[in-house]
Nanobody
Framework: QVLVVPSGGGMVQAGDSLRLSCVVSGDTFSKYAVTWFRQGPGEESELVAAINQGGDSTYYADSVKDRFTISRNNAENTVHLQMNNLLPEDTAVYYC????????????????WGPGIQVTVSS
């Protein structure tokens, strides 16, 4: 059984940084692309960043480009999302998902999800 375990959320001030981590276990990690989504209060879910199985392709939403960096360490079964210069509009519940497909825009098709973690950015 594949488990997805995120960590690293919290409450910070605007301009601060946070690093989210996502550990995927239970199967060969390098088979899975990993994607971070978020859902702000009263908002639709947003695909924030994604990284492919080899780590050589990444995607960022325009809203986070140049502020967030996604990376993976296949030896440690871990994906990191480094979030710099956080803004109040980054406040959301963040979700990590693992799937065999890369950059799937249909959330319902993602196979494995971790629990949401709260990121709150105060102004």
């Amino acid at each position: 059984q594949v488990l997805v375990v995120p960590s690293g959320g919290g409450m910070v001030q605007a301009g601060d940084s946070l690093r989210l981590s996502c550990v995927v276990s239970g199967d060969t990690f390098s088979k899975y692309a990993v994607t971070w989504f978020r859902q702000g209060p009263g908002e639709e879910s947003e695909l924030v960043a994604a990284i492919n199985q080899g780590g050589d392709s990444t995607y960022y939403a325009d809203s986070v480009k140049d502020r967030f960096t996604i990376s993976r360490n296949n030896a440690e079964n871990t994906v990191h999302l480094q979030m710099n210069n956080l803004l109040p509009e980054d406040t959301a519940v963040y979700y990590c998902a693992a799937d065999l497909s890369w950059l799937n825009w249909n959330l319902a098709e993602y196979r494995y999800w971790g629990p949401g973690i709260q990121v709150t950015v105060s102004s």
